[in-house]
Nanobody
Framework: QVQLVESGGGLVQAGGSLRLSCAAS????????MRWYRQAPGKQRELVAA???????GYADSVKGRFAISRDNAKNTVYLQMNSLKPEDTAVYYC?????????????WGQGTQVTVSS
């Protein structure tokens, strides 16, 4: 069974920074795309950033210039560096990944980590 475990969330003041981590563990062949989503109370879950196995990255317009996604393939880990945080960034942040195991590519979700940004 493959697991994604997020860490690094917390409470920060507006303008502060946090670094989220997501580590994949279990039995699998490879990881394709790794993503960060977030979901605020009463809102739809949204894609924040993505990192492909070839190194391409993409960001939601709301976080461009403030967030940076990176990936350490040796550790099967993806990071999200969040700078200049705003109260509207408050949400549960979820790691998501397309992972190949055997004959199948499957999508997995982490449990989420809470990020709270105070005014």
């Amino acid at each position: 069974q493959v697991q994604l475990v997020e860490s690094g969330g917390g409470l920060v003041q507006a303008g502060g920074s946090l670094r989220l981590s997501c580590a994949a563990s279990g039995v699998f062949f490879s990881i394709d795309v790794m993503r960060w989503y977030r979901q605020a109370p009463g809102k739809q879950r949204e894609l924040v950033a993505a990192f492909t196995s070839s190194g391409s990255t993409g960001y939601a317009d709301s976080v461009k210039g403030r967030f940076a996604i990176s990936r350490d393939n040796a550790k099967n880990t993806v990071y999200l560096q969040m700078n200049s945080l705003k109260p509207e960034d408050t949400a549960v942040y979820y790691c998501n990944a397309d992972i190949r195991g055997g004959a199948f590519m499957r999508n997995y979700w982490g449990q989420g980590t809470q990020v709270t940004v105070s005014s």
